[in-house]
């Protein structure tokens, strides 16, 4: 994997707990922070999918005309249309 050098200022205690965990892991800092950056980014994604669901699953309650099995596979449908564009997004 190619890297990117680049500054961020951080909390000096944040700072110091990555030292730590690096040291006892035996990673470099640099690991610790790409790790917990990637971990916050996953978590982001999941709330940005969760969202995208409550929106659809809003949409699909205006929709009164259409019985619970219909509006669950029209539900499903739509997280796999999602999930699918996201993945697409994705850096290869």
Known sequence: MIRQKTTVYLDPEV??????LGAARGQSESRVVEDA?????????????????RRLMERLAARADMDEDTAMALAVEEVRS???ARRARRPA
């Open 15 to 20: 700072l110091t707990a990555a030292k730590v």
């Open 37 to 53: 950056l990637r971990s916050y980014l996953r978590s982001a994604e999941s709330e940005a999918a969760r969202e995208d669901l």
């Open 82 to 84: 999602v999930r699918a």
